[in-house]
C-alpha cells in the first residue's frame, strides 16, 4: 500500500496500520485514501467460516446488487482428492449447521464428495464407569474440512457478485474515522488497495484484523496438543458411533467416517503428545485402543457412588469401542487454545469465527459456532435492508446477539476442560455423580442434546 500511496504522492498522509490503530482511540492523522477498487463487503480470511461469509452474504436477497471480495493469503485452493485417502482435519458438523450448508447450496456438493452420519455418542472417563450416551437421528455429521471448504469454494464461484482472490495477504487497514462517510480502507501484500463498507475478519485464531480492532482477547493456551489421524478399525457395526473418553492428560475421540474408519482427535499434554507422534504405527494404535479401552481407575469414594447408582439402576457403563487395527496416513498435532474477543466488531468491521473465538475441540463446537456467526450476520443485515451496510446499530445488535449466544458455550466448553483435568476426589466424584443424574433425567439432558445438535 506504501508502494501504492508513494506513487499517488501520498505516502506521509497514510500511517502503516501493522501497528494497529485503537477502537476507542481511531487514527485521527490519517486522511482518506481513495483506493482503486470499491467494494461493498471484504471478507479477510477463506478458510471455513470466510468462505460460509462470502456465499450466505452473496445470497442473501439485499446484498444481490453488493461486490463482495473473498480474500485468503494461501495461494492453494482447498480441493477434494479422494484418491488421497481421508484429510486429517474433520469436524463434527452440528445437525442446525448442516441445514444452514443446505439452505445455502453446498450440502448438496458435499454429498457428492464425502460425509459420515451418526446416531449415537458416549462420554465417559478414565477415573470413573460413569457414562452418558446421547442418541439422534442423525446426532451430527463428520465432514473433511476440505470437503466443506471446496463445496463453499465451488459456490462462491458461481455467483455473480463475488470477487475471490488467493495468495493475497491483507497486511494494512485502516478503520473509518467517521462512519457515515467513511470506508474501510484495506492494503494488500500485492500493494493493491481495496475500500469496502464493510470489513469482515475471518482470518483465524492469529486474526490480523483483530489485532488492528485492538478489541482485549481473552485468550490462553492448554499446554494441549491435539493430534489427529485416521484409523481402522475391523469392526463395521459401529459406525454410526462416536466416542470420547475424558483422561486426566486430556480427551481422545473417535468420530466414524463410515466403512470401518475413524478419525482420532486426541487432545493431550504436550510432552505426552511429542511422545505419541514419534511412536512406531503399531505402539501408536496399542496407545490408542489402551487409552480407550483400559478399565477405569476409580477412587474409593467413586467407587462407593457407584455401588449406590448401580443399586439404584442409575448407571450407565462404559461402551466397548471398536479394537483399532491400523493407522491410514500420516498423524499431525495442532496446539489447543482458548480466546474470546471482547469485541466482535469494530468501525464497520466484524469479527468471525477463529478470529473471534476460539475454543477447546472437546465439544467439536469451534467451526459450529463460526457459521452460527455467519448466519447471525446475515440475519441482523437482512432485517435492516434500509440501513447501510456496516452501520453501527445493526452491527452492535449483532454482536450482542451473538456473544449472549457464544459467551455461555465458550465458559461450558472451558469448564468441562478444566473439570475432566483434574484427579482430585471431590471433583472425579461430584462430575461423575453429576454425570450418573444427568443421565436419568430426560428434560436435562435433551436440552443439552438440542444444544449439541443445533
Ligand atoms: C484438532 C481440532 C479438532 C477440531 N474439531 C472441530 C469439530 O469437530 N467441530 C468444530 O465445529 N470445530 C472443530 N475444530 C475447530 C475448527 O477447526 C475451527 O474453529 C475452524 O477451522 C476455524 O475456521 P476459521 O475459518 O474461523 O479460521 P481458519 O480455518 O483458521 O481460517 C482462516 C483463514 O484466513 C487466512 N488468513 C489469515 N490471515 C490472513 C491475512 N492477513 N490475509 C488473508 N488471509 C488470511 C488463512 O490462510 C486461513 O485460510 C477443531 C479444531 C482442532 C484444532
Redesign the pocket.
Known amino acids: 500500500m506504501m508502494r501504492l500511496l508513494r506513487r499517488l504522492g501520498r505516502a506521509d498522509t497514510f500511517r502503516n496500520i501493522s501497528q494497529p490503530c485503537s477502537l476507542r482511540q481511531p487514527c485521527a492523522s490519517l486522511s482518506v485514501v481513495h483506493p482503486a477498487v470499491p467494494y461493498d463487503v471484504v471478507i ?7 468462505n460460509a461469509a462470502a456465499v450466505a452474504l452473496a445470497l442473501e436477497e439485499s446484498l444481490e446488487n453488493k461486490r463482495i471480495l473473498l ?4 495461494e492453494k485452493e482447498p480441493s477434494f482428492e479422494p484418491e488421497k485417502g481421508f484429510n486429517l ?5 452440528t445437525v442446525g449447521n448442516q441445514e444452514f450448508l443446505d439452505r445455502i447450496g453446498v450440502w448438496d456438493r458435499i454429498k457428492t464428495m464425502r460425509h459420515h452420519s451418526y446416531n449415537k455418542i458416549y462420554n465417559w472417563e478414565s477415573s470413573s464407569n460413569h457414562t452418558i450416551s446421547f442418541t439422534a437421528e442423525p446426532m451430527g455429521y463428520i465432514v473433511e ?1 476440505n470437503v466443506i471448504e471446496t463445496g463453499l469454494l465451488e459456490i462462491a464461484k458461481n455467483l455473480h457478485n463475488v470477487d475471490i482472490r488467493r495468495g ?4 494494512e487497514i485502516k478503520l473509518p474515522l467517521d462512519q457515515s462517510k467513511e470506508q474501510v480502507v484495506v492494503g494488500l501484500e500485492s500493494g493493491d488497495v481495496v475500500e469496502t463498507s464493510l470489513l469482515i475478519g ?7 484484523v483483530r489485532k488492528v480492532l485492538d478489541s482485549p482477547v481473552l485468550s490462553w493456551m492448554y499446554d494441549q496438543q ?1 493430534i ?1 489421524c485416521t484409523l481402522r478399525s475391523p469392526c463395521l457395526d459401529k459406525d454410526d458411533v462416536a466416542y470420547q473418553r475424558f483422561l486426566s492428560s486430556g480427551p481422545i475421540a473417535l468420530l466414524p467416517l463410515g466403512g470401518g474408519l475413524f478419525s482420532l ?1 486426541w487432545s493431550c499434554r504436550s510432552n505426552i503428545a511429542t511422545e505419541l507422534m514419534n511412536l512406531s504405527e503399531e505402539e501408536f494404535v496399542a496407545r490408542a485402543n489402551n487409552a480407550l479401552q483400559k478399565p477405569a481407575v476409580v477412587p474409593a469414594p467413586v467407587a462407593a457412588m457407584e455401588t449406590v447408582s448401580d443399586y439404584l439402576g442409575f448407571s450407565e457403563h462404559p461402551p466397548q469401542t471398536p479394537l483399532i487395527t491400523a493407522i491410514e496416513g500420516a498423524r499431525a498435532k ?1 496446539p ?1 487454545g482458548f480466546s474470546n474477543s471482547a469485541r466482535y466488531i469494530g468501525p464497520r468491521t466484524v469479527l ?4 473471534a473465538h ?1 475454543v477447546h ?1 472437546l465439544a ?7 457459521f452460527r456467526g455467519v448466519q447471525q450476520l446475515v440475519k441482523y443485515i437482512s432485517e435492516n435492508p434500509h440501513r447501510q451496510l456496516g452501520d453501527f446499530r445493526v452491527l452492535n445488535s449483532f454482536e450482542s446477539s451473538l456473544q449472549r449466544q457464544v459467551t455461555p458455550m465458550l465458559c461450558f466448553i472451558d469448564g468441562m476442560q478444566k473439570l475432566y483435568s483434574t484427579t482430585l476426589d471431590p471433583f472425579v466424584a461430584a462430575r461423575s455423580y453429576g454425570l450418573g443424574v444427568i443421565n436419568q433425567l430426560p428434560f436435562l439432558k435433551n436440552s443439552i442434546l438440542d444444544r449439541a445438535r443445533s
Do not use: K, M, T, W
Open positions: 479477510v480470511g477463506g478458510g471455513l467460516v470466510g480474500l485468503d493469503q494461501s482435519r474433520v469436524i463434527n458438523l474440512n493475497e495477504a491483507v497486511n475471518a482470518d483465524g485464531a492469529n486474526s490480523y491435539g489427529v482427535v495442532f489447543l468471525l469465527g477463529d478470529a476460539r475441540p467439536g463446537q469451534g467451526a459450529n459456532i463460526g
